[in-house]
């Protein structure tokens, strides 16, 4: 069982930066593939990024490659994505989302795992 919580959304300005964490709670935390995902008022949930369980590879959504970064610290049991060159587009509630898989993710309803979302708003 794993228990997530995000933090760090907010309101920012389009060009802007801002880093969300995701602290886990669990013992076998660094097994999980961990992974966020966005959902925009009447969207379907976006694959954002995901990190596989030792950090060695990564996977990115289309939209979001070389603006966004995906990083976790096992011994801290959290997981961060770091936001820069923010577009209004990135507007969504972000969700930290966590599976029992070696090999990252990229289909959102394979994750077992979820937050409750931050929002992040990116104004023009």
């Known amino acids: 069982q794993v228990q997530l919580v995000e933090s760090g959304g907010g309101l920012v300005q389009a060009g802007g930066s801002l880093r969300l964490s995701c602290a886990a709670s669990?013992?076998?935390?660094?097994?999980?593939?961990m992974g966020w995902v966005r959902q925009a008022p009447g969207q379907e949930r976006e694959f954002v990024a995901a990190?596989?369980?030792?950090?060695?590879?990564?996977d990115y959504g289309d939209s979001v490659k070389g603006r966004l970064t995906i990083s976790r610290d096992n011994a801290k049991i959290a997981v961060y994505l770091q936001m820069n060159s923010l577009k209004p587009e990135d507007t969504a509630v972000y969700y930290c989302?966590?599976?029992?898989?070696?090999?990252?993710?990229?289909?959102?309803?394979?994750?077992?795992?979820w937050g409750q979302g931050t929002q992040v708003t990116v104004s023009s």
């Open positions: 989302a966590a599976a029992p898989f070696a090999l990252v993710i990229t289909t959102p309803s394979m994750y077992r795992y």
């Open positions: 669990g013992r076998t935390f660094s097994r999980y593939v």
């Open positions: 990190i596989n369980w030792s950090g060695s590879s990564t």
